[in-house]
């Protein structure tokens, strides 16, 4: 009877010391399985409460709940908090008085006595709420106009008068002919022009102060803002023309009737626009239009128009740019911008004067690539990093100047340039604190794959770790910035809250518990960050799944992150977590696993973020192939039973790596993948090929249906017949193509509910169990 029991206790301690075995069943419920994470996490206004948005009891979506100093674990949020705490609120320093807007309307609340006073509300809601200079003014937009209110005085006065379409024309103006005769044959006519001429002089003696109207016709008019003295406000016009949205075909509909609704426009030339930076001067009730066409190499044309005869002499002409809204410093008195060329390989830092409608160049950046990077946003239209320190006469922004985006400052008075930031790695993230004295820096300083983050106090410039434990912190400060709220997480830890201090070398105290049972019940892995060489020499990071030494099958799967300008080889959780769990349960079943960060993904700076320059399916394929027999020459893998998929940009590789590379892949699978980019959207594609328009043989070599007669391993392609980002129609166009040339080794899985991202847990399971089938039935070895 003892041996009994001490068997049965034996067995209990080895049972309990093994991991559940995953099943896709579960883990494709994504977060349902794993526990909802905390997200957006903020500060009441007093500070002594942090809200965020969570779902730690699995409903069908988030709820507010709040935690406060003392609490065991947080709270659900009552209705009206939780809509109190998601307000945008704009408060002077050291002011007990902060304002914000609510359904349209505008509202007062004072930290002292906790009350709220509805300041105005009107038929036309109002939005883009700024504080003027002077004390108590507040600044709004309504109807496409500025709107000044003094809330000492109690006054409410409109500054500008922004009209769509065309004036009115005057009768005079219309028929001129017929009017001078009339004008000609009667003393009536006459008589009543003079008296109408005399009215009108009398009239403009006692003139209304109401601004004059301004008609933009039919330009997109945008981006208004007004200075913070109330005197000039500048605005965009934009050309609009006529330009055909792609549409997709919607099936699965409650009515019974197909949809067929616009996605998006396709990169084209077609889609750019002149656009023009104007000024209206409160005194002067005017309009004025600021000429950019000095600008330094606002003519240059990019290096590839040399490799096309229609292109190599063009002429010289100023490019199109976009101009965005002015920074100011407190009182106004400096005005600086930031303008993109639309091709966007240049960027400018100007300085502005309003008053005069004059600049002058403080910075140029050139990329013959396209301009982008941390706090540098790829897309002509956003703006980058750029604001004043307390001087009121220095402003910082970021640059990859030195091919890493770091933080500069520039002296408008002395004009003197400084460069702050220094070393291979990444400004990822910055602010300032309220007095100006203090930047708080997330950074890639200790480790690419890492997200720390240090302060920098302007009078010295000298980092300071405040948290650079291996994983990503993000960091919102409290409003007297003395602690912190992180949401932190590690590679096999999601992301969770917590507080610290906010001090040098800190440490965190957990304040949410997210995980389930089920998700804790496995012991996931921690995959290696490992680094290999690639065949030009460049070094390229990789998270590595390896199985035990006895239950290697001696096959492999690359996966293939989406987006192209994403990472994935790091030290925090994944927002590729579905694909994580399956790297797990292919790992347990054998195979080997390398997740790549390959040519064009973030976080390596500007020389790997532009490696895709006129080619995608070159270097970042290339990196792929490298990976594969990195894992062949050390892990001893058989170079002939690897196997490769990935989604979105990924299901492209994969499609690039099956067809222009056929003898390197058994197998692959390719999820809602592009098939030619000259179907895809502008902004993305216009920075990477340029346009299909002028540099055609970019498009043509980096599109996979061009190549489609070169299949020779097993595809299986998977895509979502909603999908409104890459549409189904990119898919079913290969397919006509594999018809046409009689390939038969491929198969296309559609899904009719899902659009480019996969909502529904029962087609995440359908996915990947073909996924799954597909690597089992063609990279492992037959039993004889």
Not at 211 to 224: E, R, V
Not at 299 to 322: F, G, M, W
Not at 478 to 504: C, G
Request: proline share 3%; aromatic share 14%; charged share 25%.
């Amino acid at each position: 009877m003892l041996r009994k029991v001490l068997l049965l206790v034996f067995l209990f301690f080895i049972t309990a010391g093994q991991s559940q075995n995953l099943k896709l069943e579960d883990i494709m419920k994504g977060d349902a399985f794993i526990g909802v994470q905390p997200s957006n996490g903020r500060w009441s206004l007093d500070g002594k409460k942090i809200y965020f948005e969570w779902n730690p009891n699995n409903e069908i979506g988030t709820t507010t709940y709040f935690w406060e100093k003392g609490m065991q674990k947080p709270l659900l949020a009552s209705v009206k908090d939780a809509a109190f705490s998601k307000y945008d609120f704009v408060q002077k320093p050291n002011s007990d008085i902060a304002y914000y807007i609510s359904k349209g309307a505008l509202y007062s609340y004072s930290l002292s006595n906790k009350t709220i006073k509805k300041l105005l509300q009107q038929s036309s809601s109002v939005s883009n709420l700024q504080l003027g200079s002077e004390k108590g003014v507040l600044f709004f937009e309504q109807n496409d106009n500025i709107i000044k209110f003094n809330t000492i005085e109690g006054t409410l006065v409109q500054l500008t008068n922004f009209k769509s379409g065309k004036e009115k024309e005057k009768d005079s103006e219309k028929d001129s002919f017929l009017i001078s005769q009339q004008k000609e044959l009667f003393q009536f006519i006459r008589d009543q022009d003079a008296k109408k001429k005399w009215n009108k002089a009398k009239s403009d003696e006692n003139k209304s102060d109401f601004p004059k109207g301004y008609f933009y016709g039919k330009n997109a008019f945008g981006s208004l803002k007004i200075n913070p003295k109330g005197t000039f406000a500048t605005f965009r016009l934009r050309e609009v023309e006529e330009v055909k949205n792609e549409k997709m075909e919607v099936f699965i509909t409650s009515d019974g009737y197909n949809q067929s609704p616009n996605t998006k426009e396709k990169v084209s030339t077609a889609n750019l626009s002149a656009t023009k930076f104007g000024v209206y001067s409160v005194a002067k009730d005017s309009v004025y239009f600021v000429n950019f066409s000095t600008l330094s190499h606002i003519q240059d044309t990019p290096e590839y128009y040399k490799l096309y005869d229609n292109l190599k002499n063009a002429k010289k002409e100023d490019r199109l740019i976009v101009v965005q809204e002015p920074k100011y410093n407190n009182d106004g008195s400096y005005a600086v911008t930031e303008i993109r060329s639309q091709d966007n390989k240049d960027r400018w830092i100007v300085k502005l004067n309003v008053e005069k409608g004059s600049f002058e160049e403080i910075d140029h950046q050139h990329d013959e690539a396209w301009i982008g990077g941390p706090g540098i946003p790829s897309y002509p239209f956003s703006s980058g990093t750029l604001g004043f320190l307390a001087d009121n006469e220095t402003i910082y922004f970021q640059s990859e100047a030195t091919g890493f985006s770091h933080l500069y400052w520039y002296n408008l008075k002395t004009n003197k340039k400084r460069q702050i930031t220094k070393g291979d790695w990444e400004v990822r993230d910055l602010s300032l604190s309220k007095d100006k004295s203090v930047f708080y820096l997330t950074t890639t300083t200790t480790h690419p794959g890492n997200r720390s983050f240090y302060k920098l106090a302007v009078s010295d410039a000298l980092l300071q770790p405040v948290l650079t434990k291996d994983g990503a912190h993000e960091v919102s400060l409290s409003p007297d910035e003395s602690t912190l709220l992180v949401r932190y997480s590690y590679k096999d830890k999601p992301w969770e809250l917590y507080v610290a201090p906010n001090k040098t070398n800190t440490s965190l105290s957990q304040i949410t518990q997210s995980t389930t049972a089920e998700f804790k019940g496995y012991s996931w892995r921690k995959p290696n960050v490992i680094t290999f060489k690639a065949q030009d020499g460049a070094n390229v990071n990789a998270r590595l799944y390896t199985p035990q030494a006895e239950k290697s099958n001696k096959a492999a799967v690359i996966f293939v992150h989406g987006a192209g300008y994403l990472q994935n080889a790091h030290n925090f959780w994944s927002n590729y977590h579905r694909e994580y769990m399956f790297h797990n349960l292919l790992t347990d079943l054998g195979y080997t696993v390398l997740d790549i960060d390959y040519r064009g993904s973030d976080g390596y700076g500007r020389d790997v973020r532009t490696g895709i320059y006129r080619f995608m399916g070159g270097k970042d394929l290339s990196d792929q192939i490298d990976g594969k027999n990195y894992l062949v020459q050390n892990l001893g893998i058989d170079a002939k039973r690897v196997g490769i998929y990935g989604g979105s940009y990924g299901g492209f590789i994969t499609l690039m790596g099956m067809l222009t590379t056929p003898d390197e892949f058994a197998s692959g699978a390719a999820l809602r993948s592009v098939t030619d980019w000259a179907h895809y959207n502008h902004g993305y594609t216009g920075n990477i090929l340029n346009f299909p328009e002028t540099d055609p043989e970019a498009y043509k070599k980096s599109s996979p249906i061009y190549f489609a007669d070169n299949l020779k391993g097993n595809l299986l392609m998977l895509h979502g017949m909603v999908d409104d980002n890459v549409e189904y129609k990119d898919v079913v166009r290969l397919s006509q193509r594999f018809i046409e040339l009689g390939k038969k080794n491929w198969s296309l899985a559609s899904f009719p509910v899902e659009a480019h991202g996969f909502k529904e847990t029962y087609s995440w399971v359908d996915e990947y169990s073909r996924i799954l089938n597909l690597f089992n039935d063609t990279l492992l070895e037959k039993k004889k």
